[in-house]
Every structure is written in structure tokens, then in C-alpha cells.
């Protein structure tokens, strides 16, 4: 489904909720076509002619923002410039979601690639290392010039460590990404993840001041959104106060990790291995700051 934004750019939308395994896509009909991610389903691509789209724009290397490549045999893949091996080299891969660390933080082996809910067959793709060859790079504040319309590539790490918006600053009009002000909070769990950056993209987005925000799992916002982003990070920041609190004591990550702060209503393994990841992601900045310690044996206490 297409919704429009502003003149020749419009929201793929999914036909279901923009949540996992599916998200907000961005299609842009300028004098060079092109789209921004490409999770949306194959359903929401219907009303794109993809076969005349040149330009592939990708925030990230997360599996609901890639999976529909396929349908783009003309375009060229463009990523950032932080993630460009992730795309290549299965080594990476495994390394930036925290793959490598399964093991050590779960006491088992890991047999499955992150399926964690069933895939419709409008997901062209399945989760897991697949080489996808780019054919390009950009860095922050580079202009992508698409004829009559220009974007900013705007990297907003945190999410992940390549994580990147794309900013239309002539229509006031940003794609937020996984920055996607959704009531429940950021999603800053994986290995390439940081807390410091997480806090520092937000507060660029609202130096940026667009008037329109399009984020991937949640609908087009352009109302209060500095403090949207305000509410969106205090979770984080909260968090991190809970993590302090509970620090009065000496625990493990393993202790730590039975309080559910992250993950109230696990579900399967995958949530226990996220909510360890994100309390590994909050540990890293309490100690960056020096509020608190890591003993031998994996004990942590305040400082």
C-alpha cells in the first residue's frame, strides 16, 4: 500500500502491522526512482514498478529491512559505510548481531537463525548470513541527488552501529528508521548496538527538527516530535536507573537478567538472549561512566 508523504514520495506501507517480520518502506519517483529499505512484503510493493528502480537505500542490516531485494533486479544496493561487511562476510554477520556470544550468555548451542515467528510468502527471504553485493557506500551527510529530489544520509547509530536515516531537508521530511518512537521504547540489542549513541541519534534528530518523521514499525508522525523522542529515550534512561538500583546488590548479568526489564512476557529464547544483550549493551555504558564495576567471575556492583 502506498500513502503519500509528500509530492513524488510516498510510505510502502505493509498490509499488516509494520512490525517484525515487516516495516515502513520509503518509495521516491524522482527523475532517478528509489527506495529506501525494503521489508514491506512483496504485497506493498504491487503499486511500485520495482523493475524501474535504480537506487536500493538501506538504514540497516536488520532482516525486516532487507528481505525483499529480490524484487529490485535493476537497482543498486547502497548501505552505510559502517556495515558494508556485514553484507558480505558471515563472520561479521554473526559477530554484529552477537551471534559469537550465544553460547556463553544462553549454556547451549544455537540452531536456528533468529525465525522466531512464522514468515508469510510475501517475505521473500529467511533470516540468516546470505551475501548481498552492494554497489556502493555512503557516510554521514552525504546528498544522494536523485534528479528533482535530494536526500541526506544521517547516521543515527545506536540501533545498530550502521544505522542510518535519510533526510529529504527540502521537504522537511525524515526517514527515522529503527528510530521509530514506538510507545515501547528503542530496540538496542544486539552486539553492534550502543546505549551512548542511542541517546546522542536522538538528540540529532531533534537538532535536525524535521516536520515529518516516517519510521519503520510505526505510522508517519508530525506532531510533538521532540518530545516523542524525549518520551522514546527516557525508557532507556530508565533502564539504566532500574539497572543501578538493582546494582546495590553484587549480580551477574545472569541475575540481572531474571528481573525481565527488557522482555516482561518472554516468549521463546530468542527474547531471554535480547534481554541479555540489552542488559550487556547497559552494563557497558555504567561502566564506561564509572557507576559501577565488573568484579572477577562476572559479578557487577556500584562503585
Same mark, same amino acid.
Given at each position: ?149 535530494s536526500l541526506t544520509a544521517v547516521h543515527l547509530p545506536g540501533h545498530t552501529r550502521g544505522h ?61 516530535? @521532540? ?6 529515550? +527516557?525508557? =532507556?534512561?530508565? *533502564?539504566? /536507573?532500574? &539497572?543501578?538500583? %538493582?546494582?546495590?546488590?553484587?549480580? @551477574? ?6 528481573? +525481565?526489564? =527488557?522482555?516482561? *512476557?518472554? /516468549?521463546? &529464547?530468542?527474547? %531471554? ?19 559501577? /564495576?565488573? &568484579? ?8
Amino acid at each position: 500500500m502506498l500513502i503519500p508523504v509528500v509530492k513524488q514520495v510516498w510510505i510502502v506501507a505493509p498490509e499488516t502491522k509494520p512490525r517484525y517480520p515487516y516495516g515502513n518502506c520509503m518509495y521516491i519517483e524522482s527523475d532517478s526512482r528509489a527506495v529506501i529499505d525494503l521489508g514491506a512484503g512483496a504485497r506493498a510493493f504491487a503499486d511500485v514498478a520495482c523493475d524501474q528502480v535504480e537506487l536500493a537505500l538501506l538504514s540497516h542490516f536488520h532482516f525486516d529491512h532487507i528481505h525483499g531485494d529480490s524484487l529490485f533486479p535493476r537497482s543498486r544496493l547502497m548501505a552505510g559505510e559502517e556495515e558494508r561487511l556485514t553484507y558480505s562476510d558471515e563472520k561479521e554477520y554473526i559477530s554484529f548481531h552477537g551471534y559469537n556470544l550465544w553460547e556463553s550468555l544462553m549454556g547451549l548451542k544455537r540452531d536456528a537463525y533468529g525465525q522466531v515467528v512464522p514468515l508469510a510468502e510475501d517475505v521473500l527471504a529467511r533470516p540468516g548470513f546470505r551475501h548481498m553485493p552492494l554497489g556502493g557506500t555512503f557516510h554521514d551527510q552525504d546528498v544522494i541527488d536523485l534528479g528533482g529530489i535530494s536526500l541526506t544520509a544521517v547516521h543515527l547509530p545506536g540501533h545498530t552501529r550502521g544505522h542510518y536515516g535519510f533526510y529529504l531537508e527540502k521537504e522537511g521530511v525524515l526517514f527515522s528508521a529503527d528510530m521509530d518512537l514506538v510507545p515501547a521504547g528503542p530496540w538496542y540489542s544486539s552486539n553492534s548496538a550502543d546505549v551512548d549513541d542511542l541517546i546522542r541519534s536522538a538528540e540529532r534528530i531533534k537538532a535536525i527538527a524535521p516536520r515529518i518523521i516516517v519510521p519503520s514499525h510505526r505510522r508517519m508522525q508530525t506532531e510533538n516530535i @521532540s518530545g516523542q523522542l524525549d518520551t522514546y529515550i +527516557q525508557v =532507556v534512561l530508565d *533502564r539504566n /536507573q532500574r &539497572l543501578f538500583d %538493582l546494582l546495590k546488590t553484587p549480580r @551477574s548479568l545472569e541475575e540481572l537478567a531474571q528481573f +525481565q526489564l =527488557v522482555f516482561p *512476557r518472554q /516468549q521463546n &529464547l530468542y527474547e %531471554l538472549f535480547w534481554e541479555k544483550m540489552t542488559i550487556r549493551n547497559h552494563l557497558r555504558y555504567l561502566i564506561k561512566y564509572g557507576l559501577i /564495576q565488573e &568484579l572477577p567471575d562476572g559479578i557487577y556492583q556500584r562503585v
